[in-house]
């Protein structure tokens, strides 16, 4: 994990300096994706089978060029209804580093991208849709890559796949989502 912090860091410090800083292409931004989540689940090392929801992720942060952004998110991996008014939530919120390399020009036409960065995962049990009964968390790295297109510098549209990870009470969670995300930077 420490790895991976020291490159988001480098990686943005780099891209900071000389020439790279082109004013047009920096400022802030927000983002929100909609898709699946499927969860994997393993118990002492065992398979415990997978499950699939819908996802809804919001993200913001600060392109500091066309190149490099920071940036956090908070959103709903999973929800399921365990029995009735008490459901379960898998919500993540984290803080990492994006990257994103143009066809045209700065956020104009075709892109790829990744992001990588610490996501807190947290298993919730609700009562009567907000009473919080329970909740476990765990820290881990998450990382993922992005294509899209950029129909302006303002706005573009993006298809997401994340990964993320979490030992919580001893069951081990692999979470991949794939999304569509719509950006608008001001």
Known sequence: MKNILTLAVSLAIASLSGTALAQDAAGGYIRGEIGRSDIDLEIGGVDAGSEDDTSAVFSGG?????????????????????????????????????????????????????????????????????????????????????????????????LNWDRRQADIEGVDLDVDTIAVGGEYRF
């Open 62 to 158: 600060y392109w500091f060029n066309e190149f490099v952004a920071l940036e956090g998110h908070v959103g709903s991996l999973y929800n399921t209804e365990l029995e009735d008014d008490i459901d379960l939530d898998l919500v993540s919120m984290g803080v990492g580093v994006a990257v994103k390399k143009s066809f045209g020009g700065p956020h104009t036409g075709f892109f790829v991208g990744g992001r990588a960065g610490v996501a807190r995962l947290t298993a919730q049990v609700r009562e009567d849709e907000f009473d919080v009964i329970d909740d476990e968390s765990d820290i881990k790295p998450y990382f993922g890559v992005s294509a899209g297109y950029d129909f302006s510098p303002r706005f573009g549209l993006s």
